[in-house]
């Protein structure tokens, strides 16, 4: 082997291993058995654990192996049974972080989104208008509100983990905003967690004990005597330099049954608070207490000068200072031996940022069954466009099919090696991404298998041709790579959720797609070449070149087209409010499974006497699935109330709510807005790009052909809500900007031959040069739409749920692509040009004639 065969192949078989590396193990171990298995030093005590958490288990009841764990631990102490968990030992729960470390060990390396394992997504926003009196001149209100939500993240993170949820998404979504998925919890944890996210933060003051440090270890939190009635024991974490922690205790009065006691003070009580620096410099934290609280605080400060007293949040101590003189005007100070970093969450801590309860702009909820639905047809769906390219690329080019099948295998580890290793999660759209993946990366490999059968056919050797085709071919495969990514970096950039799911896996697959298409199929023809095991390619040829005159017959069908364009979006206006889903309307979407169909006016009707007289509601069936479900959307907030009517309406049906989605109005106007932003965005980089990279003439065509396939595609989903209620919704938005991804990729393939044939100076007009071009890529067009429009089609059989609206949109968005790369964009750059022939490269080779002579 070739010293640069030999490093190339080294190279990919490291990521290989890298990426089976980051897989493993792809699925979740049994958290009990993995409770068992790395406990040490286990007695009866442990033995009376399992046996109690195996007697739940047989009850059955609906309750996740966590908790079940948590409840058969009670008061016993973990802390002997796992040693190596150092870290437990400074934690203000010990038992529940040993927990929350096993449950984390036990996730398999593909961490699957709330629509595929079902559970709860939240967005919440958050009323920061009151911080902005709290901003100094140190601060910005951006920072204030920055640090607010940590808080509230922080606060809203200690809530959660009572669940027990592996991997909760618990982090900002920009601006006041903040984004809670909560994987697999059972119909009463989903109502608790509701609830748990919507509650305000309550603030406390509280004395400590005289004699804390004798009856609990400040530093360790280990208990040396009775706690005394009416006091319990809290800890806090302090983080140290080195990444170390240490533990601080005190014994603190209980809340009052009554919430009124002279030594204790609570609720919304702080006006301001801020940081500040003394006179020499240290830190110091300033606040100021409401009128009526004023009173008070300056009473148990009197009562109390001299002790300590803790401030705790939510039930969880934050620290607890020495009242060294009684605070009587209502403003104090706090100062000691605190980091920037505690000072400011201390600060955060008095402002309470959590005071008001959390308000949940959208919502969505799956149930675990769905879920597990949606997990099979997903992959059902995968493994058969998989199946239906790898099997056309074996037959249509044999050895080379070998070779991109390989390269395709190889595509899909890496792709799920690099989103394990990042922590991505995969979401239903993810999986489409996956799969589109696949069709995709196979336009490289036929863009350079019909690149070498060009060169076989001028008389070239196997390896010249081979050489050959990988070098006219990497100027166009880059480029279309380039220009799909636009796209999918977009999603990224401006989509949420699943939306953002999808973009991260098409950004990889398409990434890992022109790894493997230059390097691993390379490697492959390179090493069968180099030991003689292949001295020819046998290729089918079914698509021969031909001589059709595309652009004679492109007026007329230009301009059917852009009628039809028209008159279908002139028809989905007269649709109205009836073409968009409640991810642009706001309002709540459920579906319910049933065991017996009740007509549709019975099921209106009831929903009417609710109040919502002017719901949507249609039973569907998912293309290749055998479930039929039914599809209530009403007004936003009103999903229980007609939830509980159809149950208590309509018992014998067994309605049972399993999914449900809940937009605000201001959500769906974003929505909207973010989807022309996003589309914008990618038409105005792709006319850069194709106008840096080519003429300016071709971008501008590109961009006008790409316009059309969004407006056509538009208009035939138009035509699809009126005859089955599809309706327009986030998965379509992605769907339109991976048309844009994808149209760009034929225009750029035939505009790169139709540049090369007049750098060549190929003879004939600028009409002949256009129809010539179009001939010699119409074998590669075809293919490549082909085999994408085979792997979107098992997406659309199999895949169902919202996959089912992205394949139908992008099944459209092919056609109106491959359509428009022939009949718009060349037909454009003809007409621009005026017929004429371009100043690029060469001109004209010079046509000799004879006449006669005079």
């Not at 709330?114 to 709860?120: E, F, P, V």
Request: glycine residues 8%; neutral net charge; charged residues 15%.
């Amino acid at each position: 082997m070739k010293q640069n065969n030999f490093g190339r192949f080294i190279l990919v078989v490291c990521i290989v291993l890298w990426s089976l590396y980051e897989i493993y193990p792809p699925t979740s171990r049994d958290l009990v058995k993995e409770f068992s298995s790395r406990a040490r030093n286990q007695d009866a005590a442990f033995t009376n654990i399992l046996a109690e958490v195996a007697a739940l288990q047989k009850t059955g009841t609906n309750t996740s192996e966590f908790v079940q764990l948590e409840t058969a631990i009670g008061t016993n102490d973990l802390q002997k049974y796992f040693p190596t968990f150092t870290s437990a030992a400074n934690q203000v729960k010990p038992n529940l972080y040993i927990l929350n470390r096993l449950q984390r060990d036990a996730s398999g390396k593909i961490k699957l989104g709330i629509d595929l394992q079902g559970g709860t997504s939240f967005l919440v926003e958050m009323d920061t208008n009151a911080l902005a009196s709290s901003t100094n001149s140190a601060q910005s209100q951006a920072s204030v509100t920055s640090e607010a939500l940590d808080q509230a993240i922080s606060v809203l993170r200690k809530r959660i983990d009572k669940f027990g949820v592996a991997e909760p998404v618990i982090q900002s979504a920009g601006g006041n905003r903040i984004l809670i998925q909560l994987p697999g919890l059972s119909q009463a944890d989903k109502d608790s967690a509701r609830e748990q996210i919507q509650k305000s933060a309550y603030l406390e003051f509280r004395i400590v004990a005289d004699d804390s440090e004798k009856i609990v270890n400040p530093r360790t939190g280990e208990i040396l005597a009775p706690v005394p009635p009416g006091y319990e024991v809290l800890k806090a974490i302090r983080q140290l330099p080195g990444n170390k922690t240490e533990v601080e205790a005190y014994v603190v009065k209980k809340r009052p049954q009554s919430g009124d006691a002279p030594d204790y003070l609570a609720g919304d009580i702080i006006e301001r608070a801020g940081l500040n620096y003394g006179n020499l410099g240290d830190l110091q934290i300033d606040f100021t207490l409401n009128a009526d609280a004023a009173k008070k605080f300056g009473q148990i400060t009197t009562d109390n000068h001299g002790r300590k007293l803790a401030i705790v949040l939510d039930g969880e101590l934050q620290t607890a200072p020495s009242l060294d003189e009684p605070i009587l005007n209502g403003s104090g100070m706090i100062h000691g031996s605190y980091t920037e970093s505690e000072a400011r969450n201390l600060v955060n801590v008095l402002q309470n940022p959590l005071r008001a309860p959390l308000h949940i702009v959208y919502s969505s909820d799956v149930d675990p069954t769905l879920g597990k639905d949606s997990i099979a047809s997903g992959i059902r769906a995968a493994i058969y466009g998989v199946i239906f390219v790898s099997v056309f690329m074996l037959v249509y080019y044999w050895i080379a099919g070998i070779a991109a099948n390989i390269a395709l295998v190889t595509n899909i580890i890496i792709v799920l090696g690099v989103m394990c290793a990042a922590g991505s999660t995969f979401t239903l759209p993810g999986i489409a991404g996956a799969v589109l993946t696949v069709g995709m990366a196979v336009d490289a490999n036929v863009l350079i298998y019909e690149r070498i059968r060009e060169e076989l056919a001028k008389g070239k050797s196997l390896r010249g041709a081979i050489e050959a085709g990988y070098a006219r071919a990497f100027g166009t495969i880059f480029d279309s790579h380039v220009t799909t990514l636009i796209s999918s970096i977009i999603l990224i950039w401006m989509g949420t959720g699943e939306i953002k799911g999808f973009g991260v896996t098409l950004t990889i697959g398409v990434a890992a797609s022109l790894f493997t298409a230059l390097v691993v199929t390379r490697l492959i023809f390179n090493f069968l070449v180099d030991r003689n095991l292949i001295s020819s390619l046998r290729m089918l040829h079914i698509i021969k070149s031909s001589k059709v005159n595309f652009m004679g017959i492109a007026k007329p069908l230009f301009i059917i087209t852009w009628v039809f364009v028209i008159l279908s979006l002139g028809f989905g206006l007269t649709r109205g409010t009836k073409l968009f889903g409640v991810d642009f309307l706001g309002g709540d979407s459920t579906r319910y499974s049933f065991t017996q169909k009740v007509a549709v006016d019975e099921i209106r009707s009831t929903v009417a006497a609710t109040g919502e007289k002017d719901a949507q509601i249609q039973y569907q069936r998912d293309i290749g699935g055998s479930s039929e479900f039914l599809s209530v959307t009403t007004s936003s907030g009103s999903a229980d109330k007609v939830e509980t009517a159809l149950e208590q309406k309509f018992p014998q049906a067994q309605f049972k709510a399993v999914q449900k989605q809940q937009v605000g109005a201001v959500i769906g106007q974003e929505i909207q807005r973010s989807a022309v932003i996003a589309s914008l965005f990618a038409l105005l980089g792709i006319l850069f790009y194709v106008a840096f990279r080519y003429e300016f003439s071709f971008a501008v065509a590109a961009v006008v052909a790409v316009v059309h396939d969004v407006l056509l595609t538009i208009g035939a989903y138009c035509i699809a809500n009126y005859i089955s209620g599809r309706e327009f919704n986030a998965t379509v938005v992605a769907a339109v900007l991976t048309i844009i991804g994808f149209s760009i990729n034929d225009k750029i393939v035939i505009f790169d031959r139709i540049r090369e044939d007049l750098k060549l100076g190929v003879r004939g007009s600028f009409k002949d040069i256009i129809n010539q071009a179009l001939n010699q890529t119409l074998s590669r067009t075809i293919i490549t739409s082909g085999t994408v429009f085979l792997a979107t089609l098992s997406l659309f059989i199999f895949g169902g749920g919202v996959i089912n609206d992205f394949a139908f949109t992008f099944l459209v968005g092919i056609i109106t692509g491959t359509y428009s790369s022939i009949y718009i964009a060349s037909v454009l750059v003809l007409w621009w040009h005026k017929g004429q022939r371009p100043n690029i490269g060469a001109g004209a080779a010079p046509q000799n004639s004879v006449s006669a002579k005079v």
